[in-house]
């Protein structure tokens, strides 16, 4: 049996009104099932991640334990590293130890007749004084000191020649 | 005409009866959906940053094990060399033993040693500087020499000064030696450590060919319990 309404027809809600409060009505369930769906979806996934969280910690808790158990390998891995630093910082500093390995090669090239009668080295520059009896001996020298190729400037400061003591030559050899 | 305004009230208030229930739940709903989204979202980005941290900091810790597990045994030994290499205190007396016995060996005659502490503000290396004086034969004395620069602790030849005597030769040679305190603190538990690289290795190699000295002042006994902060303060 159809309803039968007595109110005037201009007091009841338009139709299209009705109509919208159906569809708010909807969406509002819709969004109530996400709404619940996704809050359940997000606190799964934070005790998740929270209790990976913790195992990863009490992995970590223990590692930590193990490292400090070798603590005294530590310091020496430490100490083995601060000490090759510096020793780079050595090594790094200008050393005669060239300048003695270059003075030893050119004395070894010559004559037996050539004598060595003083060097000095300071930084990269090796003064050093020669003798010789005769002028060959002292052309080899020379050409040996010219063509050694350990210096980057070979200077002749001074030549002489006394009958007694032959021939005395000075020079600068600069690195 | 009062009849026209009361009906339309009521058309309206009608109207609104239907739509006012619905809008009020879908604006509660927005507001919860907000707030849902406003601190659940941080909240799990806050923890998934920190799941993210805890396992970067795991892989490092793991790293940084099993570098010491593997370097226990060869870290003692290299340690040693490195603080005899480097050492924590003024070296004087071993310096002075080592350019003696070196003199021994290249059979020069070391007629003289003196011994220098200088201080250097700008770095941790200290400097101790060594003056030699000895006599010898020509070829002996460039042996001795070269030698002087391949002894432990580390040194450098500054000055040299040579002069032919009749039969022999007298010099004087001006060395630099170093010595540095040792580190007072190791790194924070959780920070990476490096093993020693390829180019280190071979350094400490190269000080292995060196002349060692017969005795040494250094000792470096780490032990336990020391705090993380000043391990190396005995």
């Known amino acids: 049996m159809a309803g039968i309404n007595l109110l005037p027809t201009d007091l009841a809600p338009r139709a299209s009104v009705v109509k919208a409060s159906g569809v708010i009505r909807k969406l ?26 913790k195992e990863v910690t009490a992995r970590k808790e223990q590692l930590e334990a193990n490292i400090k158990a070798l603590q005294a390998t530590e310091q020496r891995l430490v100490l083995i590293k601060d000490r090759l630093a510096l020793a780079q910082e050595v090594f790094a500093r ?65 030549i002489s020649f006394t009958p007694l003591l032959g021939f005395s030559t000075d020079f600068e050899l600069i690195k | ?69 593997k370097g226990q045994s060869s870290f003692e030994s290299l340690s040693d060399l490195s603080a005899v290499a480097i050492p924590e205190k003024s070296p004087a007396a071993v310096v002075t033993s080592q350019v003696k016995s070196l003199g021994v060996s290249a059979k020069v005659v070391v007629t003289d040693v003196s011994v220098t502490t200088q201080a250097i503000a700008e770095s941790a290396l200290q ?77 400490l190699g190269s000080f292995a060919s060196y002349s060692q000295p017969t005795f040494s002042q250094v000792e470096f006994v780490p032990g336990e319990p020391y705090e993380r902060t000043d391990l190396f303060n005995f």
Not at chain 2, 134 to 153: C, Q, R, V, W
Not at chain 2, 181 to 188: G, I, K, N
């Open chain 1, 28 to 53: 509002t369930t819709l969004g109530v099932i996400l709404l619940l769906l996704s809050l359940g979806v997000s606190i799964g996934l934070f005790l998740i991640f929270s209790n990976q969280l």
């Open chain 1, 94 to 158: 200008p050393s005669g130890s060239d300048e003695v390995a270059a003075v030893k090669s050119l004395i070894s090239a010559f004559s037996e007749e050539v004598s060595v009668k003083q060097f000095e080295i300071k930084s990269e520059v090796t003064t050093v004084s020669f003798e010789t009896q005769n002028s060959l001996a002292l052309t080899q020298m020379m050409a040996t000191v010219a063509s050694s190729g350990n210096y980057k400037q070979v200077n002749l400061t001074s």
């Open chain 2, 1 to 69: 005409m009062n009849l026209s305004e009361t009906s339309g009230r009521s058309f309206l208030g009608a109207n609104l009866k239907v739509v006012a229930g619905p809008v009020v739940f879908l604006a509660v709903l927005i507001g919860l959906t907000l707030i849902v989204v406003n601190t659940g979202f941080k909240q799990i980005m806050d923890v998934r940053k920190k799941l993210a941290d805890a396992r970067v900091q795991e892989t490092s810790l793991t790293s940084k094990l099993d570098t010491l597990q």
């Open chain 2, 127 to 203: 400097n101790l500087e060594v003056k030699v004086a000895f006599e010898g034969d020509l070829i002996k004395a460039l042996d001795y020499l070269s030698s002087l620069n391949l002894f432990l602790p580390l040194s450098i030849i500054d000055e040299i000064a040579l002069s032919r005597e009749t039969d022999s030769v007298s010099a004087e040679v001006q060395l630099t030696a170093f010595f540095a305190p040792f580190p007072t603190s190791l790194p924070p538990i959780t920070s990476a450590i490096q093993d020693l690289t390829d180019e280190e290795k071979k350094l």
